[in-house]
């Protein structure tokens, strides 16, 4: 359901889902995403096979040694009525939920921070990312990506924006131009 707001220049701001979000997968991520589902195809390209490996045990160390994953963090998958992901086991133990990993490689993360030695903190701040590139991955499999557009009383768009990850972030950047709402008493 759209939200609206009036803003003290007159126009209306209106809040509501995006319907074409772009995938956050083509983005210039630091992590790589290898999930395998027979029913969805999750995650970034690859020309790997599920098939190939014996367990996810085996996967992992295959990506360390071949890929040079540096971090890596398994990606569960809850498929019920809807599917959502995420980097940590679902409570629902009659769904096996493991679908894949996604991983940093020691390049990648070089490259992207222009170190030549990775430390614990990098580490970290790298984990980090790659659970927030899982969480908006899961936001856009979800339909929970966002946009704004503004309108003059009559429904003229005047402007607008797309792609938000966060719908708090759109109110932040209006807060000072929303007409704050008073109850009567």
Known sequence: MDEIYPLKNGHILVVKRDDEPDNPRTWSNIGKMMCFHSDYALGDDHDYKKDDF?????????LIENEEALIILPIYLFDHSGITMSTRKF??????????FIYASKDAIMEEYGVREIDDKLKKRVENILNDEIENYDKYLNGDVWCWQ????????????????????????????????????
């Not at 014996?54 to 295959?62: A, G, N, R, T």
């Not at 409570?91 to 894949?100: F, M, T």
């Not at 009383?153 to 932040?172: F, M, R, V, W």
């Open 54 to 62: 014996d367990s996810w045990d085996e996967l992992e160390e295959h």
């Open 91 to 100: 409570s629902y133990p009659w769904y096996p939920g493991q679908v894949g």
């Open 150 to 185: 503004e309108k003059t009383p009559d429904g003229e768009e005047i402007d607008a924006c797309y792609c938000y990850y966060d719908k708090k972030e759109i109110l932040s950047e209006f807060k000072d131009d929303i007409v704050p709402i008073t109850r009567g008493e």
